[in-house]
């Protein structure tokens, strides 16, 4: 029995197994930290009658209690895009505990999705862990990131309620939970707009994150897969290779223009039998890349022309199951629909019971605050101005998310050394200068190694707009220098050289 004995030996002692879970960044981690914080509070549920008589039901409401005098203030965010996630990069955690609520563990780089869609760019390569992004949620005691959707806040008891998400599993049940907090960012997102339009959200695709680009290329892999199948008639067969792309903002045209290198350089070499069926068509009811330049726009739509792209202007009325109708009438079958007409706000914004801005987004003021409520602040895609700041809305752009999410780190950095990091305790604390947004300029790709650079303030501005080459290049190598982390900016920089030399991965994974 000596193997026994060694074994014995060998095993590590009960201390440095929890070293080791301690140290570990898996969910499993998270999980059994989560499960010790869980039991910091209980709530009496409200009286249920049964039979005519009152029944006083006593369940277990579990989550994160106050943080009591000696601990660290928390400052508790929801949601995992550019606004939430560039301010948990920039915010102190000497001072704060950093809890974050969302239904994904990572932030996508949304102007290379598009890529990943025909297999230029990896999948991995656009999405960023946030437990690279800010460490601390991993690492320190006090902070989580929690795998749920906030379903109610109660700012009155500064409290947000949450479920957890189960993608649909019917093994699984959600689980309730609230965490208090002493201060709450707002940074939820949007939601793609459908305009109302039926059968939209049934048959159409979104390009917003990661799992929208894998159902987009295992669609079009499939269509182009099944349209080589014996038997197939014609006109299924050019309905299977027709691609609509509804939207000619930067997201429509960049993915257009990625669709078109991939016909022309992929499809055309691997799928020659049926290499001259296949199409694109992008629709737009008023002008493509409407925010651009005059002279870039006309140059994108030359170039689009070239690549096979047919630009079609009208409304959408129906979305059906193989075809969409257009305003004046006409029948568009399609065997691919992605739909990318812009942005609005998400069911959860609209629930809350805050102040809006004409949009229908949390109004906010020059500082990121909404007014009506204590210690809580709005930022990027379901954030706005208020009517009474004077000020016009911003786009919804990452550059503006981005910006939004850095100047509000700052100020609760100042705020927390000032000693207003508590709950209820910022009336007095000087905030300093409101936010103001100054516009980069905007960029797009249109394929064939060509792209657009508009670096004007505004479109009635003036400044530096070019097209071609060279842009494309500073679009690629600006893009390479945004990508938050080192590791995803090799990924990134490999994945373009492995496709230049060779070719898309058409696998259908």
């Not at 006309?298 to 009325?317: C, D, H």
């Not at 949009?359 to 605050?369: L, Q």
Request: charged share 25%.
């Amino acid at each position: 029995m000596l193997w026994i004995k060694n074994l014995a030996r060998i095993s590590p002692t009960a201390s440095s197994v929890g070293n080791l879970y301690r140290n570990s960044e898996s969910s499993y981690t998270l999980s059994s930290r989560f499960c010790t914080a869980l039991q910091r509070s209980e709530t009496v549920q409200p009286t249920e009658v049964v039979n005519g008589s009152e029944q006083q039901q006593q369940h277990r409401y579990h989550g994160l209690a106050p943080t009591k005098e000696g601990e660290k203030p928390r400052v508790l965010v929801l949601g995992s895009g550019w606004a939430g996630c560039r301010l948990m990069k920039g915010i102190d955690t000497s001072i704060y505990d950093v809890v974050c609520v969302s239904p994904r563990n990572h932030m996508v780089f949304t102007p290379l999705l598009a890529s990943t869609c025909v297999g230029t760019l990896e999948f991995r390569s656009v999405a960023e862990p946030i437990s690279r992004i800010q460490p601390a949620i991993s690492r320190e005691p006090g902070s989580y990131y929690f795998l749920a959707n906030c379903s109610r806040l109660d700012s009155e008891n500064h409290e947000v309620h949450c479920e957890t998400v189960t993608d649909g599993l019917s093994t699984l049940k959600p689980w309730k939970f609230k965490i208090a907090y002493d201060k709450l960012v707002l940074a939820c997102g949007a939601e793609a707009s459908t305009f109302g339009i039926n059968g939209v959200s049934e048959n159409a695709i979104f390009l917003r994150e990661v799992h929208h680009a894998q159902e987009i290329r295992r669609k079009l892999l499939l269509n182009l897969m099944l349209s080589e199948v014996p038997g197939i008639g014609e006109d299924e067969k050019r309905r299977l290779l027709h691609i609509v792309v509804v939207g000619g903002g930067p997201t429509g045209v960049e993915f257009s223009g990625e669709l078109s290198d991939f016909i022309m350089k992929d499809v055309r070499e691997r799928y020659s039998h049926v290499k001259d069926d296949i199409r694109v068509t992008l629709i737009e009811a008023r002008d493509i890349l409407s925010s651009f330049d005059d002279g870039l726009r006309q140059y994108a739509i030359k170039q689009l022309n070239k690549s096979g792209v047919k630009l079609v202007r009208g409304i959408v009325k129906e979305v059906k199951a193989q075809k969409l109708v257009l305003d004046d009438g006409t029948d568009v079958p399609y065997g691919l629909l992605v739909w990318s007409t812009g942005v609005g706000p998400s069911s959860f914004v609209r629930s809350l019971d805050l102040p809006k801005d004409p949009g229908g987004r949390i109004g906010i003021d020059e500082w990121m605050r909404v007014p009506s409520v204590q210690d809580v602040f709005a930022i990027g895609d379901c954030s706005g101005y208020l009517e009474s700041t004077g000020k016009s809305t911003l786009p919804a752009l990452a550059q503006v998310a981005e910006r939004e999410g850095k100047y509000l780190a700052n100020l609760l950095n100042v705020m927390g050394k000032a000693g207003g990091g508590r709950a209820w305790s910022a009336k007095e604390t000087e905030l300093g200068e409101p936010f103001v947004y100054k516009h980069l300029g905007s960029m797009a790709t249109i394929g064939r190694y060509k792209a657009l650079v508009d670096l004007r303030e505004s479109k009635e501005g003036k400044g530096i707009s070019m097209a071609g080459f060279v842009s494309w290049f500073i679009w690629r190598s600006a893009y390479l220098t945004r990508v938050l982390s080192w590791r995803n900016r090799f990924y990134v920089a490999i994945n373009w050289l492995t496709t230049f030399i060779f070719g898309r991965d058409i696998s259908r994974i």
